[in-house]
């Protein structure tokens, strides 16, 4: 009988167009999650932005609150890796070049470049290889076996799949989950396409694209894990999404991906979307309970032990989030014998142990 290792994913960061306060968005969301994880052995990955991070140390000398702000992150990535929890990196490639107005006290990010993959190559090298270092130089003295070996692409934008792969195994990361399958967007900001992937949740080894499976076992592909629906905007009708939009519409008014879509477009997104994820923030218990079930109850996998699925969240939206005690204990009362709690560290340890 097959277990499944639920991966929970929380994107740390600000919003897209660098608007946001650190304590608010990020620190103080994170302990509320936390507080309610911790209750049910529930071990996050957090998902460390590292252009913001390096856009408030570069102006933290016209701004002293951001090097303010980097220390609370720092404190909390420390706290997180000392109760068990894990990191791995994260970049939105907008905060390249992104400017900081002292009168205003706002940043004006590049959108021209939030694909990640749209900068040069030595670049994209030089982003993941400082934010690696970065964070094992912080962490490792609390965590000794520690390692820095997982990426997502900020908003999941990688048009130029070769170039990024190639850099993450220039740079010496093991996987990536920037892909989320069954999706397609299309903006003048961000094109992706992720319609032909081997599975809606299943790992795979990748070929020469992180979409496309390989023979090679040295770096693998843990999708966010989606599923396709004809009616998958009926999902988002729930009250968790509509009270956490409620809060966050407040603060955040455009997405920075879709700056600049009419109206259509807007309606367009929204209704002919024919996917949904498993996302903590938009989902209700009852989807996500459903989700698991179908995995669990699926043939497919079946010679294998253990299935690592990877959920997803995001700190700057995690509000309304009491549904999830109705989530974790019904695993716990139901399936207490085949749900288990990984990191994305533990996850790709597994998944590469003997076959390197």
Not at 123 to 149: H, M, N, Q, S
Request: hydrophobic share 35%; aromatic share 16%.
């Amino acid at each position: 009988m097959k277990t499944i290792a639920l991966i929970t994913s929380v994107d740390y960061e600000l919003f897209g167009d660098g608007s946001g306060d650190v304590t608010r968005e990020q620190i103080d969301r994170i302990t509320y999650l936390e507080q309610i994880v911790n209750q049910y052995g529930v071990k996050l990955t957090i998902m460390f932005e590292y252009g913001q991070f390096l856009a408030y140390e570069k102006f933290a000398v016209k701004n002293r609150k951001f090097t303010e702000d980097n220390e609370k992150i720092k404190e909390q990535l420390i706290s997180l890796i000392k109760m068990g929890h894990d990191v791995q990196l994260h970049y939105h490639a907008q905060w390249e070049n992104a400017i900081y107005d002292e009168l205003t006290n706002s940043f004006d990010v590049n959108i021209k470049t939030i694909d990640i993959s749209s900068l040069p190559y030595n670049i994209i090298v030089k982003r993941l290889k400082d934010g690696k270092f970065f964070l094992e130089d912080l962490l490792k003295p609390y965590k000794k076996d520690y390692r820095c070996i997982g990426f997502r692409a900020g908003s999941w934008a990688v048009q130029d799949q070769k170039k990024l792969l190639s850099a993450l195994i220039e740079t010496g990361f093991k996987s990536d989950t920037s892909v989320v399958p069954n999706t397609q967007f299309d903006s003048e900001q961000v094109k992706f396409n992720y319609k032909n992937c081997p599975s809606q949740y299943h790992y795979w080894f990748v070929n020469d694209t992180l979409e496309r499976q390989g023979l090679s076992k040295l770096f693998v592909e843990i999708p966010i894990y989606t599923n396709k629906s004809f009616f998958a905007y009926l999902k988002y009708l729930n009250s968790k999404y509509f009270n956490s939009r409620r809060i966050v519409k407040k603060l955040y008014h455009i997405k920075v991906s879709e700056q600049n879509f009419s109206l259509y477009q807007k309606l367009k997104k929204v209704f002919s979307r024919n996917y949904y994820m498993a996302d903590l923030n938009t989902m209700s218990a009852e989807t996500l309970i459903t989700m698991v079930e179908k995995v669990l109850n699926s043939n497919q996998f079946e010679d294998e032990d253990v299935i690592p699925i990877m959920f997803i969240s995001h700190s700057k939206t995690s509000y309304a989030l009491e549904d999830l005690h109705t989530f974790y204990s019904y695993l716990a009362d139901k399936y207490s014998n085949r749900i288990e709690y990984w990191t994305y560290q533990e996850t790709i340890d597994y998944i590469q142990k003997d076959r390197e």
